[in-house]
């Protein structure tokens, strides 16, 4: 099976500054838009190096959203920068209406994402946003898994023409994926080959599904992980190929499973090749303070919670 | 004086293409469309530096953008009659499969249009945002907007009347219908906002009031003063008095014809007051 190296862990947020700061060089158009959070968004450095370039709208994510719409009318290519929460559900009309509809390059990127915001609580921690956002005609979602990842991530979708939400979080995690990545927009990446079940993954769980399949090694049970970063478009050919080889899969996000990556992958399965699922996703529920690490625990969103699903799933097989 | 005939004839011609576009699908909003046609009429044809032919990005030219999107019908017939699109196509508003969409929309590619609006209150964003756009490419035209009166209920705004004379958005003039009406009854019964001209000072907005917002003399006036006011640091607005259903006999000075439109009779009386001057589409 193959195996991948975690070469020190690192939060996501700081790989969506890097590729912002690496975006300010290299593409004149990028202007970046923050409410109040620069620190916590790793913006700072675009800031310092672009000063023209960057806006500061103060804590008024309504007007940030708006101002993104405009100032892609002069060919601007606005990335906006604040927590999921106030990303999405609080600003849901302005995107729909200026953005979505009016068809805006706005890249919307969105951290403190889920649980894993931890002690702030669940006024903070949207476990709803993916659904909010894929339910969006002509929005791409996308959920990246690691620092490396996220940085990639942010540098693509300057060069896709069309509303994008970036997806990442706030804690420290491992950091895998090759760091000169080319990241495609909608493409899977099959991480490890399996013939017992698949794995699909999005976000701080694709780590956690790498984990759990290493202990379902052990225990003979041989898993296809794949790294589902864009939600929305969906993958459906290397979701249908696996499930064809599998015959099952498990679906594993930190979302919601209303709304989430789960129910995308179950449409798709019902309409082309019906086969188990399981969730590893919230109950339809709020969060709630604590450690990211006792949250995901509690909630059933790590390896231990993939590797019982997954046992679960297979034995539904036949 | 200048002579402004052409800008009356037309005026008394989209009055029509209003009245006619609602009748027929017995839909749309007559009364504020009535109310700002004057205001628009001037806008496009006098007012605003803009090119002949329509490109999303609006460099080197002048842009508009209209927030109470609900007043489509008149936005629809002075972009036709300006040139963006076929003055025929009037004939499909709200109709299945049309361009002209209850609400302005970008989405099926009707010239002249930058960013859908209905939903109340984004105008004042987007306006600054495409503004702020402007100065990043050194682009030394202005953004013009339009904004009901009602419509500064929704918080929204304040956060970019807010923003704007902080950012020293000195190249955008504003416009407010100051109608005094919405659809449940007068702004002043439904949710009364005190002086919106001492509001938007408090804000650091530049005020320019035009008394009589139906008069195009009045309205080309204060909109040369609002021009002359632009590069000086601050935002300017522009306080338009208007009578909701102006030219129309019974639809003035009432809320009644927000939106709805008028029967085969009324369109009729309608029509008389307003004869064909640039001809029907």
Request: one cysteine or more; charged letters at 20%.
């Amino acid at each position: 099976m193959k195996t991948y190296t975690n070469t020190g862990n690192k939060d996501t947020r700081s790989g969506f500054g890097a590729g912002l700061t690496e975006l300010g060089q290299t593409n004149e158009n990028v202007v970046a838009l923050c409410a109040d959070l620069i620190g916590s968004l790793k913006m700072d450095d675009f800031k310092a190096n672009h000063p023209e370039r960057f806006f500061q709208v103060g804590i008024a994510e309504a007007n940030m959203i708006g101002l993104a719409a405009g100032m892609t009318i002069g060919g601007k290519i606005p990335f906006t920068g604040t927590f999921a929460n106030f990303s999405t559900g609080r600003v849901y009309d302005q995107i729909r209406q200026s953005i979505a509809y009016s068809d805006k390059n706005v890249k919307i990127c969105a951290s403190h994402a889920g649980l894993t915001l931890g002690e702030d609580g669940a006024t903070h921690q949207i476990l709803e946003d993916i659904g909010l956002m894929k339910m969006l005609p002509g929005m791409t979602v996308i959920n990246t898994c690691d620092y490396n990842q996220t940085k990639a991530a942010t540098i693509a979708i300057a060069e896709h023409n069309g509303p994008v939400y970036l997806r990442f979080g706030r804690p420290k995690v491992a950091n895998f994926t090759p760091e000169d990545q080319k990241f495609e927009i909608g493409k899977a990446v099959k991480l490890t080959d399996g013939n017992d079940v698949t794995i699909v993954a999005t976000g701080h769980l694709v780590w956690e599904a790498l984990e759990a399949a290493k202990t379902l090694n052990e225990r003979g049970i041989s898993a296809e992980v794949i790294n589902i970063h864009t939600i929305k478009p969906l993958d459906d050919k290397a979701i249908l190929d696996s499930v064809s080889k599998t015959g099952c899969i498990v679906t594993a996000e930190e979302h919601n499973f209303l709304g989430g990556l789960g129910e995308s992958v179950a449409r798709v399965l019902s309409q082309h090749n019906p086969a188990p699922q399981e969730f590893v996703a919230t109950n339809d529920t709020f969060g709630e303070s604590g450690t990211p690490a006792q949250l995901m625990e509690k909630y059933g969103l790590n390896a231990n919670a993939i590797i019982k699903a997954t046992e679960k799933v297979v034995k539904r097989k036949n | 004086m200048p002579n402004t005939q052409h800008l009356q004839d037309l005026t008394t011609q989209v009055r029509r293409d209003i009245l006619r576009m609602v009748h027929k699908v017995n839909s749309g909003h007559p009364g504020g469309s009535l109310g700002c046609t004057e205001f628009l009429v001037a806008l496009y044809q006098d007012i605003m530096d803009r090119k002949d032919t329509f490109d999303m990005d609006g460099i080197d030219e002048d842009l508009f953008f209209l927030s109470n999107g609900h007043i489509s019908p008149v936005f629809y017939s002075v972009l036709a009659r300006s040139g963006y699109f076929p003055v025929d196509e009037l004939n499909t508003f709200r109709l299945l499969d049309s361009r002209l969409q209850g609400h302005p929309t970008t989405h099926e590619g009707l010239p002249g249009i930058r960013v859908a609006s209905g939903s109340l209150g984004q105008g004042f964003s987007v306006a600054l945002g495409a503004a702020q756009a402007k100065k990043l490419n050194n682009d030394t035209h202005l953004v013009y907007s339009l904004h009901g009166d009602g419509e500064l209920q929704e918080g929204q705004n304040w956060e970019g009347i807010m923003y704007a004379s902080a950012n020293n958005i000195d190249n955008l003039i504003s416009t407010i219908d100051l109608n005094g009406k919405q659809i449940d009854g007068a702004t002043d019964d439904v949710l009364p906002m005190g002086s919106i001209k001492a509001k938007f000072e408090a804000f650091g907005w530049t005020v320019v009031d035009i008394e009589n917002g139906n008069d195009i003399d009045a309205i080309l006036k204060g909109m040369a003063e609002a021009k002359s006011l632009t590069g000086k640091g601050k935002p300017v607005c522009v306080l338009l008095n208007t009578v909701m259903g102006n030219g129309v006999d019974f639809m003035m000075h009432t809320h009644a014809w927000h939106g709805k439109a008028p029967n085969d009779e009324q369109l009729a009386i309608g029509l008389v007051q307003n004869a064909e001057t640039l001809g029907d589409y």
